[in-house]
Structure formats: C-alpha cells, structure tokens
C-alpha cells in the first residue's frame, strides 16, 4: 500500500460524544511521490460555533450557514480512504471524531492502517523545538498559509509526512531492525515501510559515511577535535575596538546590531579583574549584553595567557543557549581560534552500555518508554554530545531516562566495550582539552566537595545568574530525601519473585542465586519497602497533627514543617525507632550485594554487573547516611531540617530537607579563596545600590571584589508605566477574598486595555487558583487563561501557549519572576499581585531569621527585605526586554507606597514614571498612555 490519505478537522470542540460536531474538513490524497487529489469544504454543525473557535480558525456561524451537513457528505468522504493510509497530525483525534460521526450517521468506521505524524515526528525529529504543526512547518521550512484551517493543514501534514518517510529511506539496516522490534507498540503502523526499506538495504553495499555500527548500534562518528596550535598575536584594546562600535566586527555579522556602552564597560571590568587576580561583583541591567561581554573577556584570556577559563550558569538552557547561539558569532568574529566545551552533571548523558541492556528486554514496557527507545535510536544518529537537553521525551521516558543515564552506570570499567564510546567521558576530555568550560551552577558545587574532579582545574570563572548561587550551594550542601525516590530505588533493585534486575543477576550466575537465598534476600527487601512505606505515612501523620502555628504553605501547596531540636516528643521518638529498623534492613541488603561483589571479582564475570552492583550499592548506602543524619543525628546550630507534606495527594507524599543557614563561610573556604577571580554577575545583586547583602551572603570579604553597576541602555522614562491603586481593600492573612476580588477586577480592566497580553505574578499558590477561579467567571470567552499549575504543562509550554494566542493572560508564581522572556508586543502588562516577601513561618526563613537574631542582626532588615526586593526586581525586568518594547507594570500592593521600606523596592529599580491614584484613574491613565 502506497497510498495515503491525509486529512485535518476543524471543530467545535473535542468530545463528539458530548454532542460537538465537525465545521471543516480538509483531505490530500498521496501516492508516489505525488499529490492525486484533495477535498475541503466547511461542514454545517447545526449548533453554534463558540467564540474561542471562531478566534482560532476564523470559520463563523454565517460561514458555515449555508454549506452541507455531514450527513450529505460523509459517504464521498469515507471512500477517500479506501486502500489508504489514514494520515492526521494526531490519529486519536481526528479518526476517533470522525469514526464517531461515521457511526452516527450508519457507516462503517475506518479500520486502516494508519500513520501519527505527531509520533513519527517525535521519533525522526528528536531534536525539533516541539511537535505542534506549526511549529514543525516553521522549523522544516514547510508552507503553511493558512493554520487553523482544514486544507491548508492537510497539505502541511502532507508535506511533513513526506519528509518523515524519507528520514526512514535515510536510516541504516541496524537501526531499521531495531524499530521494527519496537513498532507493535507504537501507534502508526510503520511495518511494511520498515520491512519496504530493510529489503533494499538487505544486499547494499551503500552505506552512510557519517555514521558506525558498533554492537548493533548506530552512532554518528565521533572526533576529538584536535586543540589549536597557535594564534595570532592581539591586544585587548584591539578586540574592543574592533568589536565594539557601529561599524565593528559584531555590527557586521547582527543584523540588529545596536551599539551599548554598558557592554564595553563590562567586558573592560572583567579583564582588569582577571589582570589584577580580584574578584569582581558586576550588576548588569537587563539589555546590556552580559553574555557577550563576558564571554569575549573570558576567550581573550583563555588564549592569550594559555589558561582555562570557566562559565557557569544557574540554568542548563542558558548552558546550552551560550553554546548555540553566543559562541558560534564569537567563532566568526574573533580574530583567534578557540575550544569551547559544555560540561552537565551524569545524569544528563545517555550510557551507551545501559541502552545496550534495555534494548533488549521489550516485555514489559509501556508505550512511552517504547517511544522513548525509537527516539533514541534515531537520535544516536544525529548526536555528537549524547546530551539529553537536546531532545524532548514523554513523562514517562524522562523516568526512564534516568535508568539508562551515565548517573545510572555508577562508574563505567576503562574495560567496558562502551568506554571509548562514553559521551560523559568524552564531554570530560573535551572540557579538559576546552579553552573555555561552560557550566552550571549544579555541578560547579558538587565540584567544590567531590573526592574526584567533575570539572577541569581552573583558577578564573565568570558566574552569570550569580543571585541563584547561594541557593544552589545551600542545597547541593544539605540533603533531600521523599518517599517515591526510596520506593523507586527499590523497585528498581526488585526481588526475585518479580522480572527484576536482582532476578537477572541471580539468573546469570548460580553462586549469586545462592547468596540470594542463603542471605534472604526478598525477607529484607520485602521488609524495606513495608518499612519505608510506614516510616512515611507515620510521617505525613506526624506532620498533619501539628498545630497551624507550626506550619506553613508553600507556593505550590504543600505544607512545611521546621524540626526543632527543643520541640521534639513522643512521636518523634516513635519516627526514630522506625528509622533505626530501616537501616538495619538496608545494611543486610548492601551487605547481601557485597557479597555478590565478591563473586563477580572472584568468577570475573561480565564488567557490566559489577558496575551495576557497585552503584546500586552506592544508591542504598546514600538513603542510609541521609535518614541517620536527617534523624539520628542530633541538629546543628548552623542548620535547618524541615518536612513537606502534599495535604491533599497520597498519604505517603513527604519530603525531607536540611540546609546549612549560612552558606557564605562555606563558600568562602571551599570555593572563593582557591581561585583567583571569581565574577559574579546578574541583573539583580544590588538593592539601593548597594552589594553589601549579596557580599555578605556570597561570602566575599570588605575589599575583597571589584564593584561595578552597568546602567539599562533602555530609556525607561519613556518605556514603562508604573501603576499602583490607592483604593485597594486591606490584605489580611486569612481575610484575602476582597483583596482577590479587587485584583481580578482590577485584571479584567487591564485586559480590555492591554488586549490581555498580561503575565500576573503571585507569591502564593493558593492565591493564583483562588484568582483563576474567580477571572474566569469574571472574563469573556475571548480572553485565554493560562495559570501555572492549573493550565497542563511545564513553565515553557504555558509561555509557549500564552505567545499563540492574541488575548491570553498568564497566571504564574515563584518561576514566573524570573527566567520567562517574552519580548515585543507579546507582553504590556506585568501585574505583581503583592511585593513577594517570604511567609514568615517559612521553615529556611525562620532558621535564619531566629540565626541572624543571636548575632544582632534585624531579619527583616538584613534577610526578608532584601529577599523581597530581589525578587520585585526579577518580576519588573519581565516586561522590558528590549529598545522597543512597552507597557505597564500595575503593583495591587500599596505599601509600596505607604511603607517605610517602600523606597527601598523603588529605588532598586529604574528611574519611571510612578502613579498612585483610584484604580479608575489609573484605567484612564493606561489607556492614554498605551
């Protein structure tokens, strides 16, 4: 069968059963290469077409008044896909709607081979941006005139559809063999196009010159590129001059190129830095150009004084944006050659030798994992990193991913088959051979406390985003530990009555199964688990039973209780002696797994397994050191330990944390005084500008670091509005509806002004569903709401949703302040619900803050305030992220006004335009001025 038939609907909604009906229908018939017919005609629904729809695809209710029912249609469409393929961007959807239509007018449903251009894409595209039609044709360079409506989709599908089976005629013999193993699990139904394209390769002698097949795998190529011998004498001066200015170098190769002072000025402090052998705190203001300015700095200097410099950001999207974007401009311009190299933790690198393993059993996995497998196999094709950030996998696959990451190989034998192949290993020489390292902030810590190097030596770093760094390293220098990560961990260890992986070792080999036996194996396991499970739900209990006063919310919901060395009791003492049991059975489980050890050195059995041993030994070893340290061992002055508990999911769902309160003397020893310069550099480290906090936090002694503040070349003046309402109701803690109900008027007023366009930012998550629940009775259908965990999605597919459609209003907390941009005309409006202080019972906040009383410090001066601020600033850059944007940042918390310490938030940021005013004058006010 070569023929497909390939079609797209447009809608009133997505459930026939609930009485939605079809208004278009778009169909390309496909064979050989070649488009034979197509069909399109809008359908009379005879119901009306909601609103959202019209906005969406344009078809209306008078449009559509005078076309035919499906009635009088579906028999000419149900013969287009006789002999066929059945085609659609979504299977599910469109053949699941139209089957059900088919069947209610008394023909017989489509039963078809069929082929998901959603999946396929997936799997032959693992590296494009998403899998929405559009945003495929636009990455592919397909024609798309018309989205959104039925025939222009069809030829789009089409059109990609092609280009998808000629991926497939591209793909070697091994890996064609490998999908059809998989393909009885996938949704399209590829057999014969994978049998079509094994038989031609079955006597070729043509074979891809990019690719090697190794243990019936395979791999693109790889090279280490070969480090630059020499390169050309050049002054500092000379880069600047030839880089900075309107007819340089960067002018030359960006199109926008615009001339900022702020980013010479950057780059000049960076160098002197390094020259002086100082640190250095660099505020740079949004639209500066930080990115460039350091990394051409950090470049000069790597080359011209033969010295590894490294990068590190808080994100590994900013990690990869540096690599992909940054450093190919640097590599056309700079007059000298250079290596950069991306360095992540384990757990972002796929084991070539754990894959091996997995490709073999098939029995038991899901569909995601299925798909997840087709991915990959297509995707060590492309990949020279082998990193998993380059691709997207399904939930569940992500899960899975970690199970075949190189974390999960715990560490590779230099006698593995694979270790030559190891794309950790790889990543590791080439930063070692890198002029520049570029990081995250992650691994830059576990580097200051590893027994072995994770990163190559350095003695210069540049740390953009350096306001996360104190976050990052209280955490990578505390513990977290929660109930499904130990639950996992043994699941995936399993017992011998279960298809497992201490089944499989006790199956290869009979002195194993013996150990097994003789040590009781599945008695400990069993009892872990069941321990486990108990430890946790008495926990949760624990927890609930607290008075209020003990507790706080977070802000994705869940309550937060702070462990008090003088507050403990009875059922605390119970918790203990739960953990104690627990430990014991996980030291009879690692003792039984030593054991086998020994036998697989003795026998000297296949390195694999006792590389798994090893590392699953490792795991349970380090749940034991964190439930004794976490509840055996008594707390420290200098630390917090506190549960959360998710009030309303299982009764199981607790997690444990414990940070040190002051990081600064731990960074100082273990990180600032080994290096000589260390940059730290983000939009937001000042507040009345003034570093002191931040110094003194980061630990950076008086004199130590060079300061500088690099001013917005933006003329704020004229770009921003800054609104605040002086006839808000009160905001009391647990009086919040009227408050909530002024805010949500307030929005809707906005949202006629602005045309939606809005990102709303809140500091409780209890607040926003409060709010979206109250906007969306509030709202026409015109305006789309979109809220942080209420809209489906991670934090880039709800900015991806909110840029698609005209009138849409995004909802967000914590991530939202920081990190989203959304340039142009996107976004007019950033409304901060309340100035973002911490509750005060968090349990982080309260630690400190009772810390910082024993040494004479105000809390609120020296901790909560500048906390707040910080993150004010974080939300108000949301809205300027270039020369031409413009809007309204509209603050519903009046003491910025009214407080003593509102001046404080105000003169941490630019210099605008403030009113204070009725909210109706305001409402007058922004829309003059937009």
């Known amino acids: 069968m070569n023929k497909y038939a390939v079609i797209d609907l447009e809608t009133t909604g997505h459930t026939p059963a609930k009485g939605d009906r079809i208004i278009e229908v778009g169909i390309v018939v496909w064979s050989e290469g070649k488009i034979i017919e197509k069909y399109a005609t809008l359908v009379n629904p005879e119901i009306n077409i909601p609103r959202f729809i019209t906005n969406l695809t344009g078809i209306t209710d008078e449009a559509v008044s005078d076309q035919p029912t499906f009635d009088e249609i579906a ?55 998403g899998f929405k039609l559009g945003q495929l044709a636009s990455w592919l360079k397909l024609q798309h005139d018309d989205p959104h409506r039925a025939l222009s989709d069809a030829y789009v599908t089409t059109y990609l559809m092609s280009h998808l089976l000629k991926i497939i005629d591209s793909l070697p013999y091994e890996t064609i063999k490998q999908l059809e193993q998989l393909e009885p699990k996938l949704k399209s139904d590829l057999g014969v196009i994978l049998q079509n394209r094994a038989d031609s390769l079955a006597f070729s002698t043509n074979h891809r010159d990019d690719l ?42 960006m199109p926008a190129f615009e001339l900022r002072s702020g980013q010479r000025e950057m780059s000049e402090h960076i160098f002197d830095a390094f020259q002086s052998k100082r640190h250095a705190i660099i505020e740079a203001e949004t639209g500066t150009g930080k990115s460039l300015a350091y990394l051409v700095t950090a470049l000069f200097q790597a080359i011209n004084y033969d010295e590894r410099v490294v990068v590190s950001t808080h994100l590994t999207q900013l990690q990869s944006q540096l690599v992909e974007k940054e450093i190919p401009l640097l590599k056309k311009i700079l007059p000298f050659t250079f290596q950069t190299a991306i360095m992540k933790g384990k757990q972002h690198y796929l084991s070539l030798a754990k894959f091996e393993q997995t490709l073999r059993s098939l029995d038991f996995d899901n569909y995601d994992i299925i798909l997840t497998k087709a991915i990959i196999l297509i995707w060590l094709t492309e990949t020279s990193s ?199 059975q996980l030291r009879d489980l690692i003792h039984i797994l030593s054991r086998i050890l020994k036998i697989i050195d003795q026998k000297r059995l296949a390195s694999d397994y006792w590389e798994e041993v090893k590392w699953n030994m490792e795991r349970l070893q380090r ?138 930012l809140f500091t409780s998550y209890d607040m926003l569903k409060k709010a979206y629940a109250l906007l ?78 024993k040494t004479g410090k105000n809390p609120f001066m020296t901790l909560a305030l500048p906390n707040a601020v910080i993150r004010f600033k974080q939300g108000f850059g949301r809205l300027i992220r270039s020369s031409t944007d413009r809007g309204i940042v509209f603050i519903c918390d009046d003491r910025l006004m009214k407080a003593k310490y509102g001046n404080y938030f105000i003169d941490s940021i630019p210099n605008i335009p403030i009113h204070y005013n009725s909210t109706k004058e305001l409402m007058e006010i922004a829309e003059d001025w937009l």
């Open 75 to 129: 028999a000419e469409i149900r013969g287009l896909f006789d002999n066929a393929y059945f085609v659609a961007h979504n299977v599910p959807f469109d053949m699941g709607f139209l089957n059900e239509e088919f069947k209610r007018v008394g023909l017989p449903v489509i039963m078809q081979p069929v082929i998901d251009t959603v999946e396929l894409s997936r799997i032959m595209l693992p590296q494009a941006p």
């Open 623 to 760: 749940v034991l050191d964190g439930l004794e340290n976490y509840f055996i061992k008594n707390l420290a002055e200098d630390e917090v330990k506190w549960i959360e508990i998710d009030a309303f999911g299982a009764r199981n769902a607790v997690y444990l944390f414990q940070e040190p309160i002051d990081i600064a003397q731990l960074l100082h020893h273990k990180f600032l005084i080994h290096k000589d310069s260390v940059i730290m550099t983000s939009a937001t480290l000042t507040i009345k500008e003034s570093f002191s906090i931040f110094k003194e936090r980061i630990g950076i002694k008086e004199g130590e670091a060079i300061e500088k503040k690099i001013i917005s070349p933006y003329t704020y003046q004229d770009q921003v509005q800054l609104m605040v309402p002086n006839d808000f109701p009160h905001a009391k803690y647990g009086k919040m509806e009227s408050f909530i109900e002024a805010t949500c008027e307030a929005i809707v007023s906005l949202a006629q002004i602005t045309d939606g366009r809005m990102l709303v």
């Open 776 to 853: 969306r009775d509030m709202m026409e259908e015109s305006y789309i709401l979109i809220a942080q965990g209420v809209s489906s999605g991670s934090r880039a597919r709800l900015k991806k949703n909110f840029q698609t459609f005209d009138q849409a209003i995004l909802l967000g907390t914590s991530s939202f302040w920081e990190g989203i941009d959304i340039p142009g005309s996107d976004l007019s409006c950033v409304v901060i619900v309340r100035l973002p202080f911490e509750p005060p019972n968090h349990p982080v906040y309260d630690a400190k803050a009772n810390y910082l009383k």
């Open 212 to 253: 090697e097949i190794f243990r019936g795998i395979a791999l693109k190529k790889q090279h280490l590129k070969p480090k630059a011998l020499s390169n050309k004498a050049v002054s500092f001066g000379e880069i600047m001059d030839n880089f900075y200015q309107n007819e340089g170098e960067l002018a030359y190769v």
């Open 386 to 584: 082998g990193d998993i950030d380059e691709i997207q996998l399904p939930s569940s696959g992500e899960r899975f991913f970690r199970l075949i990451s190189t974390e999960a190989e715990g560490g590779l034998d230099p006698n593995s088959p694979w270790f030559t192949r190891s794309f950790y290993y790889r990543a590791k020489a080439n930063a070692q051979r890198a002029d520049l390292v570029i990081t995250n902030h992650a691994l830059l810590c576990a580097n200051m406390t590893s027994e072995t190097p994770l990163l190559p030596s350095f003695k210069k770093i540049i740390i953009d985003e350096a306001h996360h760094l104190e976050t990052t390293a209280s955490k990578h220098f505390g513990l977290s530990l929660d109930y499904l990560s130990i639950q996992k961990l043994l699941q995936s260890i399993g017992c011998l009555e279960n298809n497992s992986w201490i089944k499989k070792l006790a199956e290869y080999d009979p002195d194993i199964s013996i150990i097994c036996d003789e040590y009781e194996w599945d008695k400990w396991w069993q009892e872990a688990k069941e321990e486990t499970d108990g430890l946790f739900r008495y926990i949760f209990h624990y927890v609930e039973k607290k008075q209020s006063t003990h507790i706080a919310i977070n802000d994705i919901g869940r309550f937060q209780y702070r462990i008090q060395s003088e507050g403990l009791d009875q059922g605390w003492e119970v918790i203990i002696e739960m953990v104690n049991r627990i430990s014991f």
